[in-house]
């Protein structure tokens, strides 16, 4: 396990999460046009002060509709921007999962304990990883050694 204690979340994941954040933006920017429109057509009275508030809270209004459309916008290219990375990372764990798997030697002796023997399997594993894949994030390195401790021993 790395010393950098923040675990890895999938590039897939981050790309949903941008999109959710999207999709919240622009829910939240549909209800202040709303209630901007009801504002100016005085459907929602505003009891406090006179025209001038009434000027007043239109532009605020009008500058958070305009903060969250920004924010929604640049949620939704950087969506598109991960949908990539996901794919490439989908690609890189599937080539790292067949490495491994398909070129694996148990370094365990059959006298260590069962702690041992995962210490053992975890550093064989983090080494073939780092031989052949150089460069990459330690979180990255934790979450695909899971997965390839899984894929060859599914039962410990």
Not at 24 to 46: E, R, T
Request: glycine share 4%.
């Amino acid at each position: 396990m790395s010393s950098n204690n923040i675990p890895y979340v999938e590039a897939t994941t981050r790309e949903s999460d941008n999109r959710s954040s999207f999709f919240s933006f622009l829910i939240m920017d549909l209800v202040l046009l709303v209630v901007g429109i009801l504002l100016y057509l005085d459907v929602i009275p505003i009891a406090i002060g006179d025209k001038s508030a009434k000027i007043f809270d239109l532009i605020i209004l009008g500058i958070l509709f305009i903060i969250f459309t920004i924010v929604g916008v640049l949620s939704l290219l950087k969506s598109k921007s991960l949908k990539a990375d996901a794919k490439r990372e989908e690609i890189l764990t599937e080539e790292i999962i067949e490495y491994v798997t398909g070129s694996y030697e148990d370094p365990v002796m059959p006298d260590m304990s069962d702690e041992e023997k995962y210490f053992e399997r975890d550093k064989r594993i983090r080494e073939m990883i780092n031989c052949k894949f150089k460069g990459l994030k330690d979180s990255y390195l934790d979450y695909v050694t899971e997965i390839v401790y899984t894929e060859i021993f599914p039962d410990k």
